[in-house]
């Protein structure tokens, strides 16, 4: 029922800037955790960042300082703010919603939106 659509995706050039963008629809009561993830060919999907309900940030050491992640205040969402971006960040970004429903805890994901730096 609740489902992901992420946006933004594309090809930068190095220490360009992008912007994704992850809205849910579907019955959700509130959100616990969202954020975002990234997996590129033959390594395990890793944490990007994630912000939870009360506003705490998390970041992958390797994004600090250059990703920003941000909630949309009208509607269940997160934006990454991606700056300086680097080749070695080029993967699928994730979109990821742990929600409380009427049927429990959930746990949905995006398609993924493909994001390469290069030049």
């Known amino acids: 029922q609740v489902q992901l659509v992420e946006s933004g995706g594309g090809l930068v050039q190095p220490g360009g800037s992008l912007t994704l963008s992850c809205a849910a629809s579907?019955?959700?009561?509130?959100?616990?955790?969202m954020g975002w993830y990234r997996q590129t060919p033959g390594k395990q999907r890793e944490l990007v960042a994630t912000?939870?309900?009360?506003?705490?940030?998390n970041y992958a050491d390797s994004v600090k300082g250059r990703f920003t992640i941000s909630r949309d205040s009208a509607k269940i969402g997160v934006y990454l703010q991606m700056n300086s971006l680097k080749p070695e960040d080029t993967a699928v970004y994730y979109c990821?919603?742990?929600?409380?429903?009427?049927?429990?805890?959930?746990?949905?994901w995006g398609q993924g939106t493909q994001v390469t730096v290069s030049s």
């Open positions: 579907g019955s959700i009561f509130r959100f616990i955790v």
């Open positions: 912000i939870t309900s009360g506003g705490i940030r």
């Open positions: 990821h919603l742990d929600s409380l429903r009427a049927v429990g805890r959930e746990d949905t």
